[in-house]
């Protein structure tokens, strides 16, 4: 596993965007995940030197903006392989899965993922790129 990113709310996305950029940052994936009823949340890939970005999320709706997670919404890890990460984890005693199997999502192009939290609450993602 490689650190992927990690993910912070914001309200702004302009804003953020600018922000981060003046610190050395590049605009790179942008997508819009709708979680349906009217939910989305707007995402920006701000990459660095290096593999880590910072990826901006900006919900539709003021009830999404900050959970039990805080402000920073997740990290997550890079995998080859989500399906045999999870897989190995099990075999390890992991079991805080969010879900029972990983999901395919139609952003970035198409991912597969799954979350699960960590002895403090931090919600972490495991992410296969598709491309």
Do not use: W
């Not at 490689?2 to 914001?10: E, I, R």
């Not at 995402?43 to 402000?71: N, Q, R, Y």
């Not at 080859?80 to 805080?96: C, H, P, R, Y």
């Not at 990983?102 to 960590?118: E, H, S, V």
């Amino acid at each position: 596993m490689t650190l992927g990113h990690v993910a912070v709310f914001t309200k702004d996305m302009d804003k953020s965007i600018k922000f981060y950029e003046t610190l050395g940052g590049k605009q790179g994936l942008r997508s819009v995940l709708n979680l349906g009823e009217g939910r989305s949340k707007d995402l920006a890939h701000m990459v660095f030197d290096g593999e880590a970005t910072v990826e901006l999320v900006c919900p539709s709706h003021e009830d999404m903006f900050i959970t039990e997670t805080g402000v920073c919404e997740h990290f997550c890890f890079n995998v080859d392989n989500v399906d045999e990460t999870v897989k190995e984890l099990k075999a390890k005693g992991i079991d805080s899965f969010v879900t029972e199997e990983p999901a395919n999502a139609d952003i970035f192009g198409g991912i597969r993922i799954i979350f699960l939290t960590g002895p403090n609450g931090e919600l972490i993602e495991l992410f296969q790129d598709h491309q």
